[in-house]
């Protein structure tokens, strides 16, 4: 392992699956740099959000509309996913049966999508609170910055499907395997994102 | 029936024919606006019948599909974004003509209506931002850039294809705006609260919007492709330091392009969210903070200035050294200068709006932020001087924009560190002396550039070489244009006429104004000599034939292979020993055009339809969202959709050009080349260059 040289930062398949760990240089790395461009538009939704948390127009605010449980139930699920792609990723290197890969993807789908579910139904109730977009400035940056979040987990749940239906026909070759490091690091990219939202809109919007 | 009707045209109906106001309230001057208006979009559709008929007529549909449409090739994806570009110049030019000849004849009134004459430059700036000089740009590297580097082709080709058909989509809803009117009014930068739906509920911005938003993720996309290729392709011993500038420019670019598109984004994203969803980011009420926009907009704004003319940079320093015959001087100053106006580019953004209610420090800072980007722009002059002096230059085309470059730059550099000063720019912020700065840099920095790039690069591209005469006579034109039509701008800003005025009351003014116009018609007569020079070149193409594909005695790899190179660039990856690699190779042992010993198959990417799908689905897209067709975007959003992952199945993305063909193609090109008579620089503008450079002198200067 330690005689293959690195390609890129994170996780590197190594000389066990040669090809795809050359191809992967250029993929991976091109990646990286698409999040980092990805990190401006999140970091240029919070500093709108943070100038505009004035913004309520005497509407519901943070204290009124955010519950921390909640919030802190979807982090779990995250997070707990970050961990399960991350087992993921190992059998990937590690394993040479597939069924313990596609299991540990499969769990992260599901944790995934149980995230959007809950996010989906807080907005609900955020609606019915009178939490809508229309209503402020505020509610505005709030539902562009979290929901925008949200789109990304829905964009990566639909590539992890369509990368469930490339292992089912071309098997682990070296574009699944190269889809998978790469859509491995969007899955933590929103989690570190997801982070900085419960920290900075839920947290410091309850404290 | 009518609801079937509303549901299929949203909200498309009669008054959106450019004619039409003229029947329903016909005014002279509304007559006047429609026959322009209309004659525009017959223009684009008479534009579109004859490219339809030449191709159905040649028969050539299933040969542009394969040949160019889904090629992967840079070369050609290059070629199809600077066709882009000249096509949308041409137009942009023509509305400036349109402008101004409205202020020539603007005192008390003139010919345009006012909302005619928003729409003329806001489309103006809109094509020339993103639809002439980035694709111009985008383009330029595309086919310069690969080649530089000693790579077959850019990191990821299909994304390349991808890239040019979200702009050739944005380039053709700003074209549909023609004939299906209006576009915005809102100027180029769009600023809310103008551009909120209270104030103009019409289709117009959102046009703006979404041909902005295709353009936008075309440069992101360009920009990490560009990156990565140069970080990860480059030939081996091609390190940082022997990079050509032409490519450090482009790799500071590329990294412009992945942090500094995002903030349009996500501007134009949120003006969105308030024109359909009514959020309230920007509006004047419930929250909303316009200047949230504004800030946003100059996030982006101001780095793609750098966008727009580090390239142009690269693209002079090549000049200056293949034409004085000598190497770059201060190739580690520029280098440095390069980087930090990268940098710098991300400090200065305020400069944009001093006025709109800082305090004076914040003002103080960034003026004195925006002095300090003169300082290493001011190296790259004098190094460019210094690698002409005593070199012995030749007066070839580039070098003619590349003069006037420099000259002309100058000038309009100095106006930006007046403008600089918070206080100065109180005065004159907002009149006609910006508009004469921003040209001053545009035009000679930007455009010039890239003619200068075109008329180095043709041969290079279609294995002949522009003609010279009527390429001098368009630079010429180009240059003395520019200074009628832009120099008087300057009195007038000074004078105090606002920008973007349709008319004014101040007869002081129109001597100006009309100064100015004859400039814009000189700069329509240059726009002629260009079309001359390309349909001159064309027709003597046997004459000014370069199969040695080296005209210039050019310096770096580009001009080591044959023109047009072939699809894979090199039939074996070259070893780079130094800076200048090729002019090393033609010094030393070895000589220019070694045979090698050994041909490898080469593999290179299949052709692939993604691009000239995400062109038609990016299009409908935006159509119907302007339109508030829903039907329209949801089929095409689902099928630009199901494309993707469709892409994540295919399997046979490559294919092979064996060796044997690789060395029958290298062969024949050799024995061409040892069939050729070698020309001297002196000569190189005659008829005798074949592309094959006499050695020369012995001590000269290099």
Redesign the interface.
């Known amino acids: 392992m330690s005689s293959t040289p690195i390609r890129h930062p994170g996780l590197n398949l190594g000389h066990a699956h040669a090809e795809a760990h050359e191809a992967s240089?250029?993929l991976v790395?091109?990646f990286w740099?698409?999040m980092?461009?990805?990190l401006?538009?999140f970091g240029?939704?919070f500093a709108?959000y943070v100038?505009?948390l004035?913004?309520?127009?005497g509407?519901p605010g943070p204290g009124e509309l955010f519950e921390l449980k909640s919030a802190f139930i979807e982090t779990s699920l995250l997070l707990v996913s970050s961990f399960t792609f991350g087992m993921a990723s190992l059998a990937l290197k590690y394993r040479t049966d597939r069924k313990v890969l596609v299991g540990w993807l499969v769990v992260t789908l599901l944790l995934g999508l149980a995230f959007l579910g809950h996010e989906l139904y807080d907005f609900h109730k955020m609606f019915t609170e009178g939490g809508v977009?229309?209503?402020?400035?505020?509610?505005?940056?709030f539902?562009?910055l979290v929901p925008l979040h949200g789109l990304h987990v829905t964009a990566a749940s639909?590539w992890l499907i369509?990368?469930l239906?490339?292992i089912a026909?071309?098997g682990l070759?070296t574009?699944t395997k190269t889809?998978l490091m790469r859509l491995a690091i969007l899955w933590h990219f929103l989690d570190v994102v997801w982070i900085g939202i419960f920290s900075l809109v839920y947290l410091g919007g309850t404290a | 029936m009518t609801h079937w009707a509303d549901w299929m045209l949203g909200r498309l109906d009669w008054s959106a024919l450019p004619f039409w106001d003229a029947i329903v309230d016909p005014t002279t001057k509304n007559i006047v606006n429609a026959i322009i208006a209309s004659g525009a979009g017959a223009m684009v559709i008479l534009g579109g019948l004859i490219v339809v008929g030449v191709l159905t007529w040649t028969r050539r549909w299933r040969w542009l599909w394969r040949e160019w449409l889904t090629s992967p090739d840079h070369k050609k994806i290059g070629i199809m974004f600077i066709a882009i570009a000249l096509v949308m110049l041409a137009r942009a030019v023509i509305e400036a003509v349109f402008m101004r000849l409205q202020q020539a004849f603007g005192l008390d009134g003139g010919f345009l209506t006012a909302d005619h004459f928003g729409q003329l430059f806001t489309t103006h700036g809109t094509i020339m931002v993103f639809f002439m000089a980035m694709p111009f740009l985008t383009g330029i590297i595309n086919y310069v850039m690969p080649l530089q580097i000693g790579a077959r082709d850019l990191s990821f080709p299909v994304m390349n294809s991808i890239s040019l058909g979200l702009t050739a989509a944005g380039a053709a809803i700003v074209m549909v705006s023609l004939m299906l009117a209006p576009f915005s009014t809102g100027g180029w930068s769009g600023y809310p609260s103008f551009t909120e739906s209270a104030a103009n509920p019409g289709a117009g911005v959102d046009y703006w919007i979404w041909a902005v938003t295709l353009s936008t993720l075309s440069s992101t996309l360009t920009g990490i492709n560009f990156a990565v290729t140069i970080y990860k392709q480059r030939a081996p011993g091609m390190s940082w330091l022997r990079l050509p500038l032409f490519t450090w420019t482009a790799l500071c670019t590329s990294i412009l392009m992945i942090f500094g598109m995002p903030p349009l984004t996500v501007a134009t994203a949120l003006l969105a969210l308030d024109r359909y969803l009514d959020f309230h980011f920007f509006t004047a009420d419930l929250g909303g903070n316009m200047m949230n926009y504004i800030n946003l907009f100059w996030a982006f704004g101001h780095p793609e200035v750098y966008i727009l003319i580090l390239p142009a940079f690269g693209i002079f320093s090549e000049i200056f050294s293949t034409f004085s015959g000598k190497k770059l001087y201060g190739y580690g100053a520029l280098v440095i200068a390069t980087l930090a106006i990268a940098v710098l580019s991300f400090t200065v953004w305020l400069h944009h709006f001093f006025t709109m209610g800082q305090s004076a420090h914040i003002n103080a800072i960034f003026g004195i932020a925006t002095m300090l980007i003169g300082i290493p722009t001011g190296v790259k002059i004098y190094d460019w001087m210094l690698t002409m002096f005593r070199g012995r230059i030749r007066f070839s085309v580039p070098m003619i924009y590349a003069i006037g470059f420099i000259m002309l730059f100058v000038i309009g550099g100095l106006t930006g560190i007046i403008l600089a000063v918070p206080s100065v720019d109180y005065q004159i912020h907002n009149s006609l002396f910006l508009v004469a700065h921003f040209h001053n840099m545009l035009i000679p920095g930007l455009l010039f550039g890239m003619l200068g790039g075109t008329n180095l690069w043709f041969s290079k591209a279609f294995g002949f070489r522009l003609e010279e005469r009527w390429g001098r006579r368009a630079a010429c034109c180009w240059i003395v244009g520019f200074m009628l039509a832009f120099f008087p701008l300057y009195a007038l800003g000074v004078l105090g006429m606002p920008r973007r005025s349709v008319a004014f009351f101040e007869p002081a003014y129109l001597p100006w104004t009309v100064a100015a116009m004859v400039g814009a018609v000189i700069i329509l007569v240059a726009m002629l000599c260009l079309l001359i020079q390309l349909w001159v070149s064309v027709r003597d193409r046997h004459a000014n034939r370069v199969p040695g594909g080296d005209p210039w005695d050019g310096r770096s790899l580009e001009w080591s292979v044959s023109s047009p190179p072939p699809e894979y660039n090199f039939p074996v990856i070259p070893e780079v020993h130094s800076r200048d690699a090729y002019m090393r190779q033609k010094e030393t042992g070895g000589g220019a055009h070694p045979r090698p010993d050994d041909y490898e198959d080469i593999e290179m990417p299949a052709n692939s339809a993604m691009g000239p799908i995400f062109a038609i689905t990016g299009f409908l897209l935006a159509f119907g969202l302007t339109w508030y067709q829903w039907w329209l975007v949801v089929a095409a959003g689902v099928a630009a959709l199901i494309a993707l992952i469709a892409r994540g199945y295919v399997r046979d993305t490559t294919r092979l050009i064996p060796a044997a063909e690789v060395r029958r193609q290298h062969e024949a090109w050799l024995a061409t080349l040892a069939s050729l008579t070698p020309v001297t620089r002196a000569d190189e503008q005659s008829a005798a260059n074949r592309g094959l450079p006499a050695s020369p002198i012995e001590g000269a200067v290099q």
Do not use: K
């Open positions: 240089e250029s790395f091109g740099v698409f980092m461009s990805d401006i538009i240029l939704l709108t100038t505009m004035g913004g309520t127009a509407g977009p229309s209503r402020s400035g505020f509610l505005s940056a539902f562009a639909i369509a990368l239906g490339q026909v071309h070759d574009q889809g």
